[in-house]
């Protein structure tokens, strides 16, 4: 997996060993954790992926037949789960991005003595349980409520009925709803490493573009989108994984024009109780995210920063 | 910010200009109010009295589900049992990736970077295949679901963030500190408790509430191995079905406002001790 790069040997780790002279210490304190997650991690999936080459039923039981055409048969089916999945996931990274970079520009450089406070209205809305912040949302964009009601009024649902993401001048249950929540649920996980890497940038840069006759917006374009790269790629990665995933969002704010891949997993697991399917299909997920993801940091060029 | 060269005038009048300056705080503080509206609206309607099951639409103010925040058949049964589940899925990742996380950050050792990548995998996957495959592990074993699978859950999933916050903080520790006790004469156990578990207790404080949090707010993976056992998550999803009791509102209110003060008290107190 190229998203691990621990491959820079820490010089001081190396001569720990070396003057204990290979003691099993190291062993002792990986054993507990490691054999955690090979039992609860890895051999779930082993058994994930047996599962989906099994055929049967509930009554009669399941055996391995190495049917393969599970798989083809997912694809199939639900390719425009699939497909709808990873375009509202992209849609909602790219809003969390545009959104969430400002308010991180404004936390690391403009808020002065504001910023302990802005950092705290970031983090907090996540001590409320977000399944009832994502049913708050029902109530901001209920049919005739104050936020349609002035869309209407400006023209915009005209538009974004036209372009197919509302419906009938309404927002809830269209792929409207479903992007605002999957945008309202992670943007935090855009707006913290964002900070994380603009807060090191050092000011004198600016200055520096500044005393080059560059105009702010060279500066930014220039200097400081260039050297926070390593939190928009992580902001990114921590948005648009989850989000690919998410059934919480289609299930609350969609309608059943509106399930994403996750909703699929969810019922063939929970409720029809076709295994093989299910797992065929989170496999499915897990490798075309985990190819998405790996070719998105090759050609970002970050390898190193990840 | 230097001096613009001569503009046109509709450009450079003054609102323009204003407008233009703040840009960015303008544009920070809507996404400010985009975080935090949903929150005002589950307060205000905490002190709602719906007509119907649902309480997604004003009606008028009553205190009723503040007076009787248990009012509701499972609620309170619910929370507790997440509570607990949260407090032992909190202490398991702790000590389990603070050995990882020591070991990773101070060893070199065969198959360092396999153990990166198992540790790395569970946060790089959509939680719904890691909670298809462990439901399905459990399944195959012929395990009840209940506590005890969804507390196993947490414990795996929270794993990896606590190991990432421990070992941030080991690597970026000073190793002449540890040095220095070893120089003074401190056996390796006095130099580990006088020296390293309070440098790193930060980094181990940070894991510990970051599971703390996870595990309590925690839905896709729950929702695949909890069987019939409700956590509190579990139960406003199924209340999104059956209608939705105001009182999940008071408690969502009530933990924003109890975290909101801890964070303010911690702050004064650090304050405090920053300036004495």
Known sequence: MALVTDKTPAPRATRRTAARGGKPTPYWLLLPGILWLLVFFAAPLVYQASTSVQTGSLEEGFQVTWHFATYWDALTEYYPQFLRSVAYAATATALCLALGYPLAYLIAFKAGRWRNVLMILVIAPFFTSFLIRTLAWKTILSDGGPVVSALASLHVLDVTDALGVTEGHRVLATPLAVVCGLTYNFLPFMILPLYTSLERIDSRLHEAAGDLYARPLTTFRKVTFPLSMPGVVAGTLLTFIPATGDYINAELLGSTDQKMIGNVIQSQFLRVLDYPTAAALSFILMAAILAMVTAYIRKSGTEDLV | ?276
């Open chain 2, 1 to 276: 910010m230097p001096a613009l060269p001569a503009r046109p005038a509709a450009l450079s009048s003054r609102p323009v200009r204003w407008l233009r300056r703040n840009f960015v705080v303008l544009a920070g503080l809507a996404t400010l109010a985009y975080l935090v509206l949903p929150n005002v609206i589950v307060t205000v309607f905490s002190f709602n009295k719906p007509n119907g099951r649902f309480n997604y639409e004003w009606q008028r103010f009553s205190t009723d589900a503040w007076t009787d925040p248990c009012g509701v058949a499972d609620l309170c049964g619910s929370l507790s049992l997440s509570l607990q589940i949260a407090v032992w899925a909190t202490v398991g990742a702790t000590v389990l990736g603070t050995a990882l996380a020591f070991a990773l950050a101070r060893y070199r050792f065969r198959a360092r970077s396999s153990v990166s990548t198992l540790i790395f995998l569970p946060m790089a996957m959509p939680e719904v295949v890691m909670a298809a495959s462990l439901a399905t592990l459990f399944l195959n074993m012929g395990v009840t679901f209940g506590f005890w699978t969804i507390l196993i859950a947490h414990i795996t999933f929270c794993l990896s963030f606590v190991v990432t916050a421990v070992k941030a903080r080991v690597m970026s520790m000073d190793p002449r500190l540890e040095q220095a006790a070893q120089d003074l004469y401190a056996t390796p156990l006095q130099t580990f408790l006088r020296v390293t578990l309070p440098i790193a207790a930060p980094g181990i404080a940070a894991g510990a509430l970051l599971s703390f949090a996870l595990s309590f707010d925690d839905f896709i993976i729950t929702n695949f191995n909890a069987g019939s056992t409700v956590t509190f998550p579990m139960f406003v999803w199924g209340s999104a079905q059956r209608g939705t009791p105001v009182q999940i509102n008071v408690i969502g209110t009530a933990m924003f406002a109890i975290a909101v003060l801890c964070v303010l008290a911690g702050q004064l107190i650090g304050g405090r001790r920053k300036r004495s």
